[in-house]
């Protein structure tokens, strides 16, 4: 401590989803909070993220279910137009990405908000602009993560495209290359073909999706075929060259491809070493914080969101958000779990997935026993008609006869994967899933077709 320390009971070191939420639980409660963010207050989820991106999703969605009234009901023409879309973007971000309502709300909440970018000087203290301030009772670090670039030769001598940068985008190039297959990549590949873009995705990953079970990322490349969307899988990208108007990319089995644009979606990185982690005895070179089951890092220290590796996602980071803001204060409080992380893919079809693939199921020496059902073969996907692409696949440890894991891809899969999100948190006997009543004819009674081929 110095004698220049401006002293707060509690200091939030970054205010996406996570750290907001803490910081004005404490604010709310009583205590004097310092919240401390170098962009904007709300992270990536309402900007860039979340969001916006579903916006998109939704915009694309729209177009490919007018395409599809000619098969169901008549005929229709469409044509179109990302302009409304980008301007609904800008509205949702806050005319054109200003969070100055979210920084008034957490001043109203009673808290302190100051602009910058934070780096750890103690146990509980931080310096932000030559400025120090100094936590008297909880330093909680949310900085969450950013996008990231491969080492590729020559990527940073080309302008490309990050989630950020396209999502922001006025105008759509004629045609891109997509590099990463994740979630991210799959999604804006779509969203953009559906608008008339040429795509072309490259993952180096044996097939898309590669984290998910592999009948998902098969699904995927069958459908972006139909769309005509270009999947290269099992060759990494080696050199990039070009200029704001074209991009060539060499990959390593000799072929190339060429568009107007790149975006970079290949994930997303921390930056523990310059956020100073090494003051609280973290090693610099970590990727992520290390949190026990309360998220306290150490005595006095708590973190939460992307930066503590538990999944990138905003439920999870508002799932601890609660969990630390009540152990900071003292307040009765579940165990952070992670056995039953929900996650959805918002493409079309939409993949949501909980808990283990088969992979890791047997990689952790579970014993488990498989069952999946076509979701065309179901009622309500025959009913469903064209557009109705997807599957349940259920994942069952044998010896104790409960789900372990689930993927639920076809139309509203990340709504259906509720109900078998529920069986694996709550460890739910097969035998009583197998007694319920699942309503006809709806997508979730699939369910009860893949319990039948367990």
Not at 55 to 64: C, D, F, K, Y
Not at 109 to 114: P, R, T
Request: proline share 4%; charged share 20%.
């Amino acid at each position: 401590m110095t004698d220049t320390d401006v002293e707060y009971d509690a200091v939030v070191v970054g205010m996406g989803v996570a750290g907001s939420e803490v910081a004005g639980t404490l604010a709310e409660a009583g205590w004097s909070v310092l919240g401390i963010e170098a962009r904007l207050v709300g992270g990536e989820c309402p900007y860039w993220g979340c969001v916006p991106s579903k916006m998109a999703v939704r915009a694309g969605n729209s177009l490919a279910e007018a395409r599809r009234v000619d098969r169901l009901a008549g005929t229709a023409t469409v044509e179109a137009n990302w302009a409304p879309v980008a301007e609904r973007i800008r509205r949702e971000a806050t005319d054109d990405w200003n969070d100055q309502v979210a920084v008034e709300r957490f001043n109203k909440q009673g808290g302190h908000f100051v602009r910058g970018r934070a780096r750890i000087t103690g146990r509980q203290s931080v310096e932000v602009d030559s400025q120090h301030y100094r936590a008297t009772r909880a330093l909680v670090v949310a900085s969450g993560t950013e996008p990231t670039a491969p080492p590729i030769d020559g990527l940073g001598q080309v302008p490309y495209w990050t989630n950020r940068d396209a999502l922001e985008a006025r105008q759509l190039p004629g045609s891109l290359i997509v590099l990463g297959g994740g979630s991210v990549g799959c999604e804006l590949s779509q969203v953009f073909a559906r608008f008339g873009v040429r795509v072309t995705i490259v993952e180096h990953e044996d097939r898309l999706l590669a984290h998910e079970t592999p009948a998902a990322g098969a699904l995927l490349a069958s459908v972006f075929e139909q769309e005509d969307i270009g999947v290269v899988t099992g060759s990494a990208a080696q050199r990039v060259a070009g200029d704001t108007d074209h991009v060539r990319i060499e990959l390593a089995n000799g072929t190339a491809r060429e568009a107007d644009r790149l975006l970079v979606a290949v994930g997303r990185r921390t930056d523990l070493a310059d956020l100073g982690v090494a003051k609280l005895g973290i090693s610099a070179d970590a990727h992520f914080l290390p949190v026990d089951e309360h998220l306290r890092v150490t005595d006095g220290v708590w973190a939460v969101g992307d930066v503590t590796g538990k999944g990138g996602f905003t439920h999870v980071a508002m799932y601890q958000a609660r969990i630390a803001a009540a152990d900071i204060l003292g307040r009765p409080h579940e165990h952070a779990d992670y056995r039953a992380v929900p996650r959805v893919t918002f493409t079309d079809p939409e993949i949501g997935a909980v808990g283990l693939t088969p992979t890791q199921a047997r990689d952790a020496g579970i014993e488990l026993r498989l069952g999946d059902t076509p979701l065309p073969s179901t009622a309500r996907g025959w009913i469903h008609g064209p557009g109705n692409d997807g599957f349940i696949e259920l994942v069952e440890d044998r010896n104790n006869g409960v789900l372990v894991g689930a993927t639920v891809a076809g139309p509203s899969g990340g709504e259906v994967l509720g109900l078998l999100t529920l069986a694996v948190h709550a460890q739910i006997p097969i035998g009583r899933l197998r007694q319920m009543i699942y309503a006809y004819p709806t997508f979730h009674r699939g369910i009860e077709d893949a319990l039948r081929e367990l």
